[in-house]
C-alpha cells in the first residue's frame, strides 16, 4: 500500500508517516517545510521551494497512484481546493468524496450550513454579510453567543460575547462571519479516520487545558476508551461522515448539552492533529483499525467496543507545555514527547527553544542575583 502526505505545518505532518507505516503503508511525504526530513518512517521525501508550488507537486506526483493521500494542514487544504484544478483532480487530493465537500473545506460557514441541512445536531446559527447587520443578527438568535470568522485556526478569529456591547468590541476585519448560539456544556473532541463517510477509528477526549485560551490549542486531554454505551456517538459521527463526503482523518468538535444532555456538533476540520494515533496508549492503536479497513475489514471502527470499561487516561502534548512541565515530566509528557519528533528528547528543538526561553528569563534577573551575591559596603 502507498500513502502521499503532503502539507506545511511539521507539528501536523509529524505523526502521520509513522502511524500509516505502522498500518503498512510506504509513505512518499511532499512539503516546503525542511523540519518534515526529521521525521521518521518516510519512505522517499519531496522538497518544494514555497508553498506556491506544493499543488502542482502534489498533483504531478498523485498520477503514480496512491491508496490514501492526506493533507495535513489547513493552508494546504485551502490551497487545493482554491487552485485552478479541475473538481475531480481537487476530490483525488482532498479527504472528501463528492463536490459538495469542498465547500464546508476551510469554512465554519460551510460546516454549519452542511450540518443543518442533513439533519446533524448542530448549535442555531446567523450567517452575516456586512457590519451593519451584525447587532441585529445576534440580537435574533441571543446572547451569549460566538462569532467565528470564517477561515481562522488554531482559536484564532473565536470569541465569545455575552452583551451588544461585547459585540460591537470584536475586531471583525472581513466578512461574512458565523455567529453560532453557545451551548451550555462539556466539550468533547474525536481524531477520526473517515473512509466513504464511514468513521474506520475514533477516540473520545476531553480538553482539560488549551493555551494561549481555552479557543487555543490544546496541552491536556481526558481520554476514554470508546464502548457500546458511546454507541450514539459513533451513530452520529456516521451521520457526521456521510453529511461531509468524509474521506480522511478529521478533527470532530461537539458539545454534550448540560440542558437536554444531546450532542451538538460544532467543528469538523478535515485533517489530523498532532493528537491523531494518542489512543494507543490507552487503546488499540489506530494503525491497526486502518490496516484492517484497507485489507477488506470496513467494519473496524466498531471492533473491539463490546466491552464496558471506566478507564480514563489524562495525556499531554508535551511541545505545548512550559519549561517546568517538561522539566518535571508532568504527565508522564516525555514519552509522548519523543513520540512526536521521533529523537531523543535533550535534543529536540522544542525543547532547546524553551531551555532558551527559560535562561533569558533567568538572565533579567542576574543583576539582583550579583547584588546579593557580593559583600556589603561599609
Known amino acids: 500500500m502507498k500513502a502521499l502526505v503532503y502539507g506545511v505545518d511539521a507539528n501536523l505532518i509529524a505523526a502521520i508517516p509513522p502511524l500509516l507505516s505502522r498500518a503498512g503503508f510506504t509513505v512518499d511525504v511532499i512539503s516546503s517545510n525542511e523540519r518534515v526530513q526529521r521525521i521518521n518512517a518516510i519512505d522517499h521525501f519531496i522538497k518544494v521551494d514555497s508553498i506556491d508550488e506544493l499543488v502542482s507537486k502534489v498533483r504531478h506526483h498523485a498520477q503514480q497512484g496512491f491508496d490514501l493521500i492526506v493533507a495535513c494542514d489547513d493552508l494546504s487544504l485551502r490551497l487545493v481546493r482554491d487552485s485552478a484544478l479541475s473538481v475531480e483532480e481537487k476530490i483525488t487530493l482532498l479527504p472528501v468524496t463528492n463536490p459538495a465537500g469542498l465547500r464546508h473545506l476551510c469554512s465554519k460557514i460551510g460546516l454549519a450550513v452542511c450540518l443543518q441541512e442533513h439533519g446533524v445536531p448542530s448549535p442555531e446559527f446567523s450567517v452575516v ?32 460575547v455575552a452583551t ?14 458565523l455567529l453560532q448560539e453557545k451551548i451550555d456544556g462539556n466539550n468533547l473532541e474525536f481524531s477520526v479516520f473517515f473512509q466513504k463517510g464511514m468513521p474506520v477509528f475514533y477516540d473520545i477526549a476531553e480538553p482539560l487545558c488549551c493555551r494561549p485560551n481555552r479557543f487555543g490549542p490544546g496541552v491536556l486531554r481526558k481520554y476514554r476508551m470508546p464502548t457500546q454505551s458511546n454507541r450514539v456517538i459513533f451513530e452520529h459521527l456516521k451521520s457526521l461522515g456521510a453529511a461531509l463526503g468524509a474521506d480522511g ?27 491523531v494515533e494518542y489512543s494507543k496508549y490507552f487503546d488499540e492503536d489506530p494503525a491497526n483499525k486502518i490496516s484492517r479497513y484497507f485489507h477488506g475489514d470496513e467494519r473496524s471502527a466498531t471492533n473491539g467496543y463490546s466491552v464496558e470499561t471506566k478507564t480514563e487516561v489524562v495525556l499531554s502534548y508535551a511541545p505545548r507545555l512550559s519549561f517546568f512541565e517538561i522539566l518535571f515530566n508532568r504527565y508522564h509528557c516525555r514519552a509522548h514527547y519523543s513520540n ?23 538572565i533579567r534577573h542576574w543583576p539582583l542575583v550579583e547584588r546579593l551575591r557580593s559583600p556589603r559596603r561599609g
Open 249 to 275: 482523518f478529521a478533527n470532530v468538535c461537539c458539545i454534550e448539552s448540560r440542558i437536554d444532555g444531546q450532542y451538538y456538533f460544532i467543528e469538523a476540520d478535515m485533517r489530523p492533529t498532532v493528537w
Open 129 to 160: 454579510t456586512h457590519a451593519r447587520d451584525m447587532q441585529r443578527a445576534a440580537e435574533t438568535l441571543g446572547f451569549p453567543l460566538l462569532v467565528k470568522i470564517d477561515f481562522s485556526s488554531g482559536g484564532n478569529g473565536v470569541f465569545e
Open 340 to 362: 512526536y519528533l521521533r529523537r531523543k528528547y535533550l535534543f529536540s528543538s522544542s525543547s532547546i527553544k524553551s531551555t532558551k526561553f527559560w535562561l533569558l528569563d533567568q
Open 164 to 177: 451588544a456591547q461585547a459585540l460591537a468590541a470584536i475586531p471583525v476585519e472581513r466578512y461574512p462571519v
